[in-house]
């Protein structure tokens, strides 16, 4: 027998689902679900997460792809009361040891293409290990937890992040924090009949996350794509009528490459494609708007629950910038040299609770009320956002600051380069000296020399690479973010 829908002051699946039963909630792989079947199917594992021990305020760890299981759980654990810890299914079994060590969670779910990876990671006295399909349907479901009003304040999800800066964080992002990010997106980018969000980011990471919170709060259906596939998801936007699509730019190069190659190019549904992550280069910008590509660059970070300033619908598409900032949102930048950039300070509603068990890393990040990024950006006199580089991937040669995005994109400009990716390695004379890592498209070859002359012709002479390096593949982090410190040798550099 069904579960009777509850109050609408409940969790918010089980609101949706009181609201648009019938309507569509889900299409992952083969499962298509509406929003009743959807909660039906939450509650029964609610109880299941119950019988296994799972009480309010416990944290429970998922270690999986993604899927419709996956957003069962998201919406599960919630009414549960308990948190989310989402890892990233790309890390090796040490890395995992150490968040499992460090989040000590109750229970810890995983899918069959994981368990491999958290049986190598697992320490003695481990967390209970669930397989999150076959196991955990086998165990009875007893009744579901009360359904009470979500608090605004508890912590929801645990996200970690990917570590460019270090090692990873727990970001703590509360259910006040994601329902702020819904609705800052939702006054931004508005929410149409029909509108249809496909997701082919890992739900491990913000990004998609975040669009699963939105499908809900919206009452939009949610497509979600275990992988990226630029074949699979054209043919998506065309046979689901998508209007808003999530990318990295990684991603966005690889579905125009097939949108180039294939006679069937346009996608008409298409309302806006959010590209974040990772910068979106000039280059790219204008090749996806030149093919009809309702492209919007967003700037976000976890620690502020996804976006924070996004390209307007319908405005002026103004290339190498994000746009402004959210409803809601407020943005500063700190600490401005003669060119007007500096650190982007954000603050809002959006805005993490701190990070888990690291309150020596909150008070740095947030001690003067600001969320402090450790990104570098300037506001144009309309006060869009630019970006440039995170504080820590900034080369200093020479007493100058050389920006790598800047260099990148030059080099990116020649027909030879496929990916590049610009680092500083220590120099005696320099303190730093500017090095670029270069991938070369099949089939082509440039010496060294015509790549320096290339860049001497767009750039100052001390933003010119000093060395280059060959290599078959630029290190990124999951969603797309270009990990330039994996490249800088370990020992410095004797001259």
Not at 101 to 116: F, G, I, K, N, S
Not at 179 to 205: I, Y
Not at 323 to 336: F, V
């Amino acid at each position: 027998m069904a579960e009777p829908l509850p109050d609408p002051s409940g969790p918010w699946l089980f609101e949706r689902a009181r609201r648009d039963p019938a309507a569509l909630a889900l299409h992952a792989g083969r499962e298509v679900l509406c929003w009743r079947e959807l909660a039906e199917r939450v509650a029964a594992l609610a109880g299941r997460l119950v019988a296994l021990g799972v009480a309010p305020g416990d944290r429970v760890a998922v270690l999986m792809g993604p899927s419709g299981r996956l957003v069962e759980l998201v919406h599960a654990v919630q009414r549960g009361r308990a948190t989310l810890v989402l890892l990233n299914p790309r890390l090796a079994p040490r890395e995992v040891a150490v968040l499992l060590a460090h989040a000590e969670p109750t229970l810890v779910l995983h899918d069959r293409a994981h368990a491999a990876t958290l049986t190598a990671a697992r320490q003695p006295g481990p967390p209970r290990a669930i397989e999150a399909q076959h196991e955990l349907d086998a165990i009875a479901s007893v009744a579901p937890p009360r359904v009470v009003a979500v608090d605004p304040t508890a912590v929801q999800t645990i996200l970690y992040t990917s570590g460019t800066t270090g090692r990873p964080k727990g970001v703590m992002l509360t259910n006040g924090n994601h329902r702020a990010s819904a609705d800052a997106s939702r006054a931004h980018l508005g929410v149409v009949t029909d509108d249809r969000w496909l997701c082919a980011l890992p739900l491990c990471h913000v990004g998609g996350l975040s669009i699963v919170m939105r499908s809900v709060l919206d009452g939009t259906p949610l497509v979600l794509h275990e992988r990226f596939d630029p074949l699979a998801v054209a043919a998506a936007v065309r046979e689901h009528r998508i209007t808003v699509l999530s990318l990295v730019p990684t991603m966005l190069h690889r579905l125009l490459e097939h949108l180039d190659a294939s006679p069937a190019t346009p996608l008409p549904s298409l309302r806006g494609v959010l590209v974040g992550g990772a910068a979106l280069s000039p280059a790219l910008h204008r090749r996806a708007l030149a093919g009809g590509l309702p492209v919007l660059p967003t700037y976000g970070l976890t620690e502020a629950a996804s976006q924070v300033a996004t390209a307007g619908l319908g405005a002026p598409n103004a290339v190498g910038c994000v746009g402004r900032p959210l409803p809601g949102m407020r943005l500063r930048i700190a600490g401005t040299d003669e060119h007007g950039r500096g650190e982007i300070l954000v603050g809002g509603p959006t805005v993490m609770a701190g990070y888990f068990r690291d309150p020596a890393a909150t008070a740095v990040a947030l001690g003067d009320g600001w969320l402090h990024t450790g990104d570098v950006g300037c506001l144009d006199v309309e006060g869009r956002l630019q970006v440039f580089d995170r504080r820590t991937d900034v080369v200093i040669t020479g007493g100058e600051n050389v920006y790598p995005s800047e260099i990148e994109e030059v080099l990116l400009g020649h027909p030879a380069v496929a990916e590049a990716a610009v680092y500083g390695v220590v120099d005696p004379e320099w303190g730093q000296r500017v090095t670029a890592a270069v991938v070369l498209r099949p089939g082509c070859e440039i010496d060294d020399a015509a790549l320096q002359r290339w860049c001497r012709e767009r750039l100052a002479g001390y933003k010119i690479p000093r060395a280059i390096v060959r290599v078959v593949g630029v290190p990124r982090t999951a969603s797309g973010k270009l990990r330039r410190h994996a490249l800088v040798p370990r020992t410095p550099l004797v001259v």
